[in-house]
């Protein structure tokens, strides 16, 4: 029997696609791939207007996640407009009771990092790129039902989930790979983007504004609630999103997540799932494979 197995790195990697011997602790670099040209594309467009769509949808979940634990919490939105967006970029939500305040104020920027990591998980699998891209516009339209109604917001929101609704419904399957790795990176990239500006404005002697004139961030109000300097609110998000986006990608770029479906030969979509192999030698495999993890 020929029990060849090339080193650890790429050509163990390659030697795998090529036999179908692929060992689950590998590093799945078809996914590195993909993600990295994804994360080239955020850089390289990172000013530009054509990032807009994701950054209005960045900045909406930053905002849903304060809405949805406040409420969870025991707090009270606004009833005539909880959440507002701003063509900035930036959005805020009202609250007459903000619930639980440690977690209400720290869930945006770890919310939006928490859901980019799902994302991140969600775009490996081939099977549920486009279901997630659904699911995605009926959030948004939800969202909108139910905490916004000034028209500014209302118009920025629908625009990407129109955007989003028709990439799901019609764009090729390549295109609904790049747009949902796109998404999560840009969902974490601003998170972690926004945290380190966080940290500098934490300890700056000048009160930072908005284009509307008002004060403060997220780490200043619950510092103003709890006596704690906004500096240290500031460290412990950046320091907790790290973590959880460093766990998320262990878990990605391992070749072992998402191998209930058999791979797709494809560049974007041998990391996820493809179609069943339902003969009696697909089963067969499949059924070895799941004893088989069971004693390494």
Do not use: C
Not at 56 to 73: D, L, R
Not at 104 to 111: E, K, L, S, W
Not at 192 to 221: C, M, Q, R, Y
Not at 236 to 248: E, G, K, P, T
């Amino acid at each position: 029997m020929n029990s060849f197995k090339p080193s650890r790195g790429l050509s163990r990697y390659m030697f795998g696609r090529i036999t179908g011997r692929r060992n689950p602790n590998d590093i799945d670099y078809g996914f590195l791939l993909t993600a990295g040209l994804a994360l080239l594309v955020v850089i390289t467009l990172w000013w530009t207007p054509l990032l807009f769509p994701f950054r209005i949808f960045t900045t909406t979940v930053h905002e849903a996640s304060h809405a949805v634990v406040g409420m969870v919490t025991g707090g009270k939105l606004k009833p005539d407009g909880a959440i507002e967006l701003r063509w900035n970029g930036s959005g805020v939500t009202y609250f007459y009771n903000v619930g639980f305040d440690i977690l209400t104020y720290a869930a945006g920027y770890v919310g939006s990092t928490l859901f980019g990591g799902f994302l991140l998980l969600m775009a490996k699998r081939a099977s549920t790129r486009r279901q997630v891209l659904y699911y995605i516009t009926a959030g948004l339209i939800l969202l909108t039902v139910f905490f916004i109604r000034d028209v500014q917001s209302i118009i920025m929101v629908g625009l990407v989930a129109a955007l989003t609704g028709l990439v799901a419904y019609k764009a090729p399957d390549l295109v609904v790979t790049f747009y949902v790795f796109v998404t999560a990176i840009l969902n974490v990239a601003y998170a972690l983007f926004d945290l380190l500006g966080l940290v500098f404005t934490s300890v700056s002697p000048f009160e930072i504004f908005d284009l509307n004139g008002k004060g403060g961030n997220d780490a200043s109000f619950l510092a103003a609630r709890t006596g704690i300097p906004a500096i240290v609110w500031a460290l412990i998000w950046s320091a907790l999103s790290v973590y959880m986006l460093w766990r998320f990608v262990r878990i990605a770029i391992r070749v072992g997540y998402g191998q209930e479906r058999a791979p797709r030969k494809s560049l974007f979509g041998g990391f996820g799932g493809g179609k069943r192999d339902n003969s009696a030698n697909g089963k067969a495999q499949s059924a070895f494979e799941k004893y088989d993890k069971l004693f390494k």
